[in-house]
T-cell receptor, first 117, second 118 residues
Framework: EAGVAQSPRYKIIEKRQSVAFWCNPI?????LYWYQQILGQGPKLLIQ????????DSQLPKDRFSAERLKGVDSTLKIQPAKLEDSAVYLC???????????????FGPGTRLTVT | AQKITQTQPGMFVQEKEAVTLDCTYD???????LFWYKQPSSGEMIFLIY??????QNATEGRYSLNFQKARKSANLVISASQLGDSAMYFC???????????????FGKGTHLIIQP
């Protein structure tokens, strides 16, 4: 079974530029998450999709970050304009549709390491 | 307040010894789940083990076990017979009550950097 795919793996941009990241989840996984992991910290949820719809974007800085998931499969996360503090690893994860009981782990991709100079 | 607290920024352990990584959590929900993930230097997050709040038995997965003490709100990871390949960052995470709206993103701790020495 193929895992979660992300591209690019690395990106270096200057502040005020824009950048986009792409994620392809595991086939059949309806739920997709984007996390931001700043160096030395644990990942922080930015946005969660279930199929095409946004379930939770309460921690997404909406003045500069946007995300979409067309057709309920691939997703893109965009930053415009980037700031120095956006330097981080952006992790995409996917899982089956949430259920009230039982374990359903989130499967993570390799991440995109963003450096803003 | 921190929802997930990992008090050990770094640990050095001799190969073949058992190691316990601490995790305490804070939630007012009755139904929640606790996870441990491993993050090697390559960066991917690898799922290790899960414990549901209503599970009566401590979870085990091979060399990994979770010491769940609900009253103390702790969910420590125990790795038996550590190996050099266990060297990595380890993150404790929590998923709080499934609200019905589907929001179930994980809240992570800051992690523990485990180094296994030969």
């Amino acid at each position: 079974e193929a895992g979660v795919a992300q591209s690019p793996r690395y990106k270096i941009i200057e502040k005020r530029q824009s950048v986009a990241f792409w994620c392809n989840p595991i086939s059949g996984h309806a739920t997709l998450y984007w996390y931001q992991q700043i160096l030395g910290q644990g990942p922080k949820l930015l946005i969660q999709f279930q199929n095409n719809g946004v379930v939770d974007d309460s921690q997404l800085p909406k003045d500069r970050f946007s995300a979409e998931r067309l057709k309920g499969v691939d997703s893109t996360l965009k930053i415009q304009p980037a700031k120095l503090e956006d330097s981080a690893v952006y992790l995409c994860a996917s899982s089956l549709i949430p259920r009230r009981t039982g374990a359903y782990e989130q499967y993570f991709g390799p991440g995109t390491r963003l450096t803003v100079t | 307040a921190q929802k997930i607290t990992q008090t050990q920024p770094g640990m050095f352990v001799q190969e073949k010894e058992a190691v316990t990584l601490d995790c305490t959590y804070d939630t007012s929900d009755q139904s929640y789940g606790l996870f441990w993930y491993k993050q090697p230097s390559s960066g991917e997050m690898i799922f290790l083990i899960y414990q549901g709040s209503y599970d009566e038995q401590n979870a085990t997965e091979g060399r990994y076990s979770l010491n769940f003490q609900k009253a103390r709100k702790s969910a420590n990871l125990v790795i038996s017979a550590s190996q050099l390949g266990d060297s990595a960052m380890y993150f404790c995470a929590m998923r709080e009550r499934y609200s019905g709206g589907g929001a179930d993103g994980l809240t992570f701790g800051k992690g523990t950097h485990l180094i296994i020495q030969p």
